[in-house]
């Protein structure tokens, strides 16, 4: 089924998740798609893919930690083609907890998708017809609890799951949707630095699939695969003591 959002900004598309739903709206029959990252040739071989389908993809090198710049490239993209759908996808996950990396895990991770999202609804909520408005917030199962293994990484996915879930709520009745995506273990170039084991590992053309098909029915939390997410939920209501127990004993991991 052809998706309802016509005009879609994907930030951090130039691999993983965010190049597979370049894809998966491309093929869904979106009309302009704008992605952006920092790597050029990773970015431009992303862009190529309107060659395989009737849509036009516009590429940017931008940083999003560059709020100015990110700010001026979305409403850009809005003269271009009025936008329905702006996914807050780029995102890092850091090896080792040095102080640089934990600043830079939280200005891409929190700030980025800030930077994203807040020019999105800005256009949005002016915006007189907002049949199909979304914006789509890239947090992760990590973001369920803090991990012992990736500090930085699990606070910052918790910080925008939290932000997003409340953001849908506020917005409720005001016809702009929210969904948080919360991914387990996702074929990309941060899972290609794992070295732990990966259970229900995915392909990142499955994960897009099952994003772009909850956004379309505008599931609120996006949470899969439906092991991990249990899982999740069966630690969560254990006593607090023996949750952070088995945390603790989760190996490294985004
Ligand atoms: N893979 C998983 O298992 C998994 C699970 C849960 C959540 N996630 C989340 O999914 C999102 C996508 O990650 P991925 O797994 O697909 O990894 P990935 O292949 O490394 O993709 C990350 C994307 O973010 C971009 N990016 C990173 N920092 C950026 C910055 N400062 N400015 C602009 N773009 C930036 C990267 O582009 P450049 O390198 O070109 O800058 C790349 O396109 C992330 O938010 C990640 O946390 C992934």
Same mark, same amino acid.
């Given at each position: ?11 951090? =598309? ?11 709206? @491309? ?23 309107? #060659? ?5 993809? /516009? ?30 996808? +780029? ?11 934990? /600043?830079?895990?939280? %200005? ?18 002016? #915006?007189? %017809?907002?049949?199909?408005? @979304? ?6 199962? +990590? ?14 996915? @918790? ?6 879930? =409340? ?21 990309? #170039? ?17 994960? =897009? ?7 379309? #029915?505008?599931?609120?939390?996006? +949470? ?6 249990? @899982? ?12 952070? /127990? ?9």
């Amino acid at each position: 089924m052809a998706t309802k959002f016509k005009n879609i900004v994907i930030t951090g =598309a130039s691999s993983g998740i965010g190049e597979a739903l370049t894809e998966y709206y @491309a093929q869904k029959g979106a009309e302009n798609i704008f992605i952006c990252g920092r790597n050029v040739e990773r970015l431009e071989k992303v862009a190529d893919i309107s #060659r395989k389908y009737k849509c036009n993809i /516009y590429s940017k090198i931008i940083d999003v930690t560059d709020s100015e710049q990110l700010k001026s490239w979305i409403e850009e993209a809005n003269q271009i083609a009025p936008l329905n759908l702006v996914v807050a996808n +780029a995102g890092v996950a850091t090896l080792e907890e040095t102080p640089e990396n934990i /600043y830079n895990t939280f %200005n891409i991770n929190v700030l980025g998708v800030l930077h994203t999202i807040l020019p999105a609804l800005d256009i949005f909520k002016k #915006r007189e %017809n907002k049949k199909a408005c @979304a914006i789509a917030i890239m947090s992760s199962i +990590a973001g369920y609890h803090g991990l012992a293994a990736c500090p930085s990484y699990s606070a910052s996915k @918790a910080c925008v799951k939290a932000y997003g879930e =409340a953001l849908r709520a506020s917005l409720r009745g005001s016809s702009i949707q929210v969904n948080v995506i919360c991914p387990g273990f996702v074929k990309s #170039r941060i899972t290609d630095k794992n070295t732990c084991p990966m259970p229900f590992f995915m392909s990142a053309e499955k994960a =897009a699939q099952i994003i772009g098909s909850r956004i379309e #029915r505008n599931v609120g939390l996006i +949470a899969f695969p439906w092991q991990m997410r249990l @899982a999740t939920w069966a630690v969560s209501i254990l006593p607090n003591w023996i949750s952070n /127990y088995i945390y603790s004993k989760l190996p490294h991991k985004v």
